[in-house]
Nanobody, 121 residues
Framework: QVQLAESGGGLVQPGGSLRLSCAAS????????MGWYRQAPGKERELVAA???????NYIDSVKGRFTISGDNAKNTVYLQMNSLQPEDTAVYYC???????????????WGQGTQVTVSS
């Protein structure tokens, strides 16, 4: 079993910043990556950013240059620094432990409880 605990969401004005954190515990040794997904109302959950234990990263185009994913292997924690936030970034953000294989990230069935990010003036 894997437990994921997200924190750091909130309400921010357009152009503002937030930093999300996700701490993983349990049987995480089988996974070599972590990622952040988001789900807006009426939309499917999408992978926003992912990072391997070795530091390989991947981002969706809409957040490139604005979001930065980083990890602390010693703490089994992944972060998502979100800058220049826009209303379209409003969603529930979820953490996932993942597998990285041959250039692609694959999600597991383990999810955190999610943290709400709302960008509004």
């Amino acid at each position: 079993q894997v437990q994921l605990a997200e924190s750091g969401g909130g309400l921010v004005q357009p152009g503002g910043s937030l930093r999300l954190s996700c701490a993983a515990s349990g049987s995480i040794f089988v996974f070599n990556a972590m990622g952040w997904y988001r789900q807006a109302p009426g939309k499917e959950r999408e992978l926003v950013a992912a990072i391997t234990s070795g530091g390989i990263t991947n981002y969706i185009d809409s957040v490139k240059g604005r979001f930065t994913i980083s990890g602390d292997n010693a703490k089994n924690t992944v972060y998502l620094q979100m800058n220049s936030l826009q209303p379209e970034d409003t969603a529930v953000y979820y953490c996932n432990v993942m597998s990285y294989y041959r250039g692609s990230f694959y999600p597991s069935g383990y999810w955190g409880q999610g943290t709400q990010v709302t960008v509004s003036s």
